[in-house]
Structure formats: C-alpha cells, structure tokens
C-alpha cells in the first residue's frame, strides 16, 4: 500500500477485497462492491433503488431502518415470522404500490436465494453478519441487492467495511458513483451523493482476513459446536440454522421475558457478560416510533425474550464449561 502510495479511492487492494469475494460467492467481480460500512452501504443501495415505500421488519438492529430515513425514503415498519424472525414477505405483493423489501437476515444465519416475495419487488438483503457462510450468489435477482458488514465484531472483519453484491454491473457502478460524490468520468457531481469509500488500509485488513479463512472458519466451526452442545443439554432454543451457520452470535431463546431477565441477571452475578443485541422492536424506540401504527407482537416478544450469550474463538473449553455450569440452575426447571 504504501509503495503504491493509494490510499483509497478504489485503491488495487479495495479492488482485490471485490474480485475475491466475488470468486466466492460465484457472480461478477463488477457485480461487487466494497464501502465505508454497512449502514452507508444500505443507504445508498435504498436511495439508488426507485421504490419509494420501504416495508421493513420491525424487529432489527436500528440500521436497517435509519438507513431508509437517511436514504429519504419512507420507512414501513412490518412484524416478522416468530420462527424465522425475518420479514414475512408472502404478506406482500406489488399491490403495496412503489415499494421496496428490504430484508434482515437475523444473527449471522445462512439464507438462500432468491427470498420469498413477490418477484416484481425490489429487494435489498441486510445480511450484516452471514458473510462467513459465503452463500452463493449465482442466482441473485437483477433487482435484487445484499449487503454484508465487514465491522470488527462480525466474521471476517476488517475494523470496519461492507461488502455489497448486486445484481447487475449497471447498479453496482451507480452505488460506486454514489460513495464517490456522484461523480461518474468526471469531477463533477451529477447526483446527490457522498463519500463512502473503503479505504485501502481497511482491505488490506480484509485481505488478511481472507488469507486466513480456512483456520478462521475452522475455530468458529470449534465455537460453534461447544455452544451447540450446551444448548442442545439444557434446551435452548437457538436462533434459526444456528446449528448450520458460521455466525458470531450465540443467540438463544428462553420461554419467556421473566425468564430471560432472570438468567442474564443471574449469569452477571457470575461475572458473565451477555447481550441483549436487539432490545427493542422498532416501533418501541423514540426513532422510529412515528412509523408505526401500531404494536408488531412477533417483534416484541423476540425482543424480550432473546439473549446473546458469550461466543466466539477467543473463548476456551473452560470458558464454555463455566457458561454452562453457570446457565444449568438457571434455566433447568427444580
């Protein structure tokens, strides 16, 4: 980097990030893109994309939804599915009018294409956490868009990032001109835009990452197996294909929001760290409460009854062993 001396617009190794994963994920390298991080990337995609309406679940991390606020499109807030905990997208057809899907994949879970829902609507996929099952993209729609985050707490990291899948070159090279002020063949600005580059030190970042895949892959796959064990002893119920996926989330389910304070009070008193990564629906925060009109009951009792417990490589079989000796009193019935 610093003997080519670019550090960021579409620097070669921001262009290597691209033509990489897109020989992962079987489509195009013009088809991908990189940016800033995901929350940019959404915004621009949301903007770029005619629909006007942006039906979106109520049950995500806030964003999804700030994403279409900041594109300047109308935010539309739905429930989701109690057992896929995403969009229930055969809800809707092309009848909702000039509108757009825009999906969250919860947790890091795998997700095959192309989603259910009416195929003459745009669909945007918010699969921040899923890049590390490296699912396919061969059959993504043309208008159909996913966007996956590079942050540091997902696989595959790079401090901070996105990559995004199009699915046409001609969208992909609209988003590119949208993260550099508009400018497309010159230095003038030929629509509202902004700066939402992946600079180059973040690639090489994520170019390392790449490097060392199969051992990283590999430990999450160890983690993985540890949680999956203790889940599968005290009966938990996981978060969907949990036990499929390379997910940087330990996400269980108690029976009920009582229980699920219970035990993470309980766990903190062992000094045992968790998360409630989605506390609330959407409609329930002060930022997005004037999009509802009403309450989103699937989405509401996710929220208070869904806990992130501690997971990853960095912890030991020891460590797993204390989280289950700790958990066992505390969701075993006497």
Not at 275 to 287: I, Q
Not at 320 to 327: E, P
């Given at each position: 980097?610093?003997?080519?001396?670019?550090?960021?617009?579409?620097?070669?190794?921001?262009?290597?990030?691209?033509?990489?994963?897109?020989?992962?994920?079987?489509?195009?390298?013009?088809?991908?893109?990189?940016?800033?991080?995901?929350?940019?990337?959404?915004?621009?995609?949301?903007?770029?994309?005619?629909?006007r309406n942006w039906?979106?679940?109520?049950?995500?991390?806030?964003?999804?939804?700030?994403?279409?606020?900041?594109?300047?499109?109308?935010?539309?807030?739905?429930?989701?599915?109690?057992?896929?905990?995403?969009?229930?997208?055969?809800?809707?057809?092309?009848?909702?009018?000039?509108?757009?899907?825009?999906?969250?994949?919860?947790?890091?879970?795998?997700?095959?294409?192309?989603?259910?829902?009416?195929?003459?609507?745009?669909?945007?996929?918010?699969?921040?956490?899923?890049?590390?099952?490296?699912?396919?993209?061969?059959?993504?729609?043309?208008s159909s868009v996913?966007?996956?985050?590079?942050?540091?707490?997902?696989?595959?990291?790079?401090?901070?990032?996105?990559?995004?899948?199009?699915?046409?070159?001609?969208?992909?090279?609209?988003?590119?001109?949208?993260?550099?002020?508009?400018?497309?063949?010159?230095?003038?600005?030929?629509?509202?835009?902004?700066?939402?580059?992946?600079?180059?030190?973040?690639?090489?970042?994520?170019?390392?990452?790449?490097?060392?895949?199969?051992?990283?892959?590999?430990?999450?796959?160890?983690?993985?197996?540890?949680?999956?064990?203790?889940?599968?002893?005290?009966?938990?119920?996981?978060?969907?294909?949990?036990?499929?996926?390379?997910?940087?989330?330990?996400?269980?389910?108690?029976?009920?929001?009582?229980?699920?304070?219970?035990?993470?009070?309980?766990?903190?008193?062992?000094?045992?760290?968790?998360?409630?990564?989605?506390?609330?629906?959407?409609?329930?925060?002060?930022?997005?409460?004037?999009?509802?009109?009403?309450?989103?009951?699937?989405?509401?009792?996710?929220?208070?009854?869904?806990?992130?417990?501690?997971?990853?490589?960095?912890?030991?079989?020891?460590?797993?062993?204390?989280?289950?000796?700790q958990l066992k009193?505390?969701?075993?019935?006497?």
């Amino acid at each position: 980097m610093d003997d080519v001396g670019i550090y960021s617009n579409f620097g070669p190794l921001a262009r290597e990030v691209e033509t990489r994963y897109a020989e992962l994920l079987g489509v195009p390298d013009s088809n991908v893109a990189t940016a800033a991080n995901a929350t940019m990337a959404l915004t621009g995609v949301v903007q770029l994309t005619e629909a006007r309406n942006w039906l979106t679940q109520a049950w995500t991390f806030p964003a999804t939804a700030h994403s279409v606020i900041a594109a300047r499109k109308l935010l539309d807030l739905r429930d989701v599915d109690e057992t896929t905990w995403m969009l229930e997208a055969r809800a809707v057809d092309s009848s909702e009018g000039n509108s757009g899907l825009l999906f969250t994949v919860p947790f890091g879970s795998d997700f095959r294409l192309p989603m259910d829902g009416d195929p003459s609507l745009p669909i945007v996929i918010d699969a921040a956490a899923s890049l590390g099952n490296l699912p396919t993209m061969r059959e993504l729609p043309q208008s159909s868009v996913v966007v996956f985050s590079l942050h540091a707490t997902k696989i595959l990291g790079c401090g901070e990032g996105a990559l995004v899948v199009f699915g046409t070159s001609e969208r992909a090279e609209a988003f590119r001109a949208w993260q550099n002020f508009g400018f497309r063949g010159s230095r003038e600005a030929q629509f509202a835009a902004t700066n939402a580059k992946l600079p180059e030190v973040s690639a090489a970042y994520a170019l390392a990452a790449l490097d060392e895949w199969p051992q990283i892959r590999h430990s999450w796959e160890e983690s993985r197996e540890q949680a999956l064990a203790i889940s599968i002893d005290l009966g938990l119920d996981l978060a969907p294909q949990f036990e499929t996926s390379v997910s940087p989330y330990w996400m269980v389910r108690l029976p009920d929001a009582a229980l699920t304070v219970a035990v993470e009070a309980g766990l903190a008193e062992a000094g045992i760290q968790t998360r409630r990564w989605w506390p609330k629906a959407l409609n329930e925060m002060t930022a997005f409460a004037r999009f509802s009109n009403g309450g989103f009951p699937n989405s509401e009792r996710l929220s208070r009854s869904t806990l992130g417990l501690p997971h990853g490589p960095h912890l030991s079989r020891p460590d797993y062993d204390r989280i289950w000796k700790q958990l066992k009193p505390l969701v075993r019935k006497p």
